[in-house]
Nanobody, 123 residues
Framework: QVQLVESGGGLVQAGGSLRLSCAASGRTFFTTYTMGWFRQAPGMEREFVAAIGWRGTYMYYSDSVKGRFTISRDNAKNTVYLQMNSLKPEDTAVYYC???????????????WGQGTQVTVSS
C-alpha cells in the first residue's frame, strides 16, 4: 500500500503562484513509481494535470497547464511537487496526487490516490 498526503493548497489571486506537495509513504520503492497530479472542479469530472516518471526525465502536461505548471520530484524525500504559476480562476479545483507502480506510465488509471487539497483562484 502507498499513502499519499497532499499539502500546499489555498486561496490565491489570479496571476499568483502556489506549490503543492505530495508526500508518499508505505513503500520503499516509491522511486520507481510514476507520479501524477489530477484535479476536479465542482460539477466536473476529474482531469489529468501532469505526470512524472521515476527518474524525472519523463514529464507530461495537459494542454491547459502547459507552460504554467511544473511537476518535479525528490525521491530522497518521497515527495512530488506541482509548482503552479500564472494561476487562473479556471484552475480552481481540488487537486489530487496519484501514484502508479508502472514505470513511466502514460495512462490515467492510477493505483493510489491522495485525499486532495483545495486550490481556489480568485479573479
Amino acid at each position: 500500500q502507498v499513502q499519499l498526503v497532499e499539502s500546499g493548497g489555498g486561496l490565491v489571486q489570479a496571476g499568483g503562484s502556489l506549490r503543492l506537495s505530495c508526500a508518499a509513504s508505505g513503500r520503499t520503492f516509491f522511486t520507481t513509481y510514476t507520479m501524477g497530479w489530477f484535479r476536479q472542479a465542482p460539477g466536473m469530472e476529474r482531469e489529468f494535470v501532469a505526470a512524472i516518471g521515476w527518474r524525472g526525465t519523463y514529464m507530461y502536461y495537459s494542454d491547459s497547464v502547459k507552460g504554467r505548471f511544473t511537476i518535479s520530484r525528490d525521491n530522497a524525500k518521497n515527495t512530488v511537487y506541482l509548482q503552479m504559476n500564472s494561476l487562473k480562476p479556471e484552475d480552481t479545483a481540488v487537486y489530487y496526487c496519484a501514484a502508479d507502480p508502472r514505470i513511466d506510465y502514460r495512462g490515467y488509471e492510477y493505483t493510489y490516490w491522495g485525499q486532495g487539497t483545495q486550490v481556489t483562484v480568485s479573479s
